[in-house]
């Protein structure tokens, strides 16, 4: 974190130094943060094939969706995930990207809900969730090298 007029940064997820691992307090390939209404802050850890929640001011996070380790199809897994977003009601979305498919995880859930299995997309990397909807995404394609916006349910891309 880098505040305004600061010289040097602080390190609020990970370790400082660069090391990897897959403890509540190391991550291997992060690829992206989101922050929810309460402050809690949500990355994708990506190589680890999970997304880690840490409360503020804490460096301690703690597994939210997937199972760690090597990457899952399974509905408790996730495969090299990377965008990330967080709704009003802490639903978390997750770019599963090696699954290739967008999945939505309730909060205290254990497996995740598929939304979008976008293989018309392909390599799908980012998310966010469209301003004012309550069923739509924008989602990023490095293969295609575009940004879609997807509603829930819909068989193709808009």
Do not use: E
Not at 3 to 16: I, K, L, N, Q, Y
Not at 108 to 113: C, D, F
Not at 132 to 155: E, K, R
């Amino acid at each position: 974190m880098w505040t305004s007029g600061a010289v040097s940064g602080v390190t609020v997820a990970g370790d400082s130094t660069g090391t990897q691992g897959s403890t509540s307090i190391l991550l291997k390939q992060p690829s992206t943060l989101t922050f929810d209404d309460n402050g809690f802050m949500y990355v994708s850890d990506q190589q680890n094939n999970r997304v880690q929640r840490y409360p503020p001011n804490s460096l301690n996070g703690t597994t939210v969706a997937g199972h760690g380790g090597g990457g899952s199809s399974a509905l408790n897994g996730l495969n090299n995930p990377t965008g990330i977003d967080v709704d009003n009601n802490s639903n978390l979305y997750i770019a599963d990207t090696g699954n290739n498919r967008l999945v939505v995880w309730a909060p205290n859930a254990t497996n995740g809900t598929i939304l979008i299995n976008a293989l018309l997309i392909g390599h799908m990397y980012g998310v966010l969730l469209a301003p004012g909807s309550s069923n739509q995404v924008y989602l990023s394609s490095q293969d295609q090298h575009s940004i879609y916006l997807w509603t829930f349910g819909a068989s193709n891309r808009a």
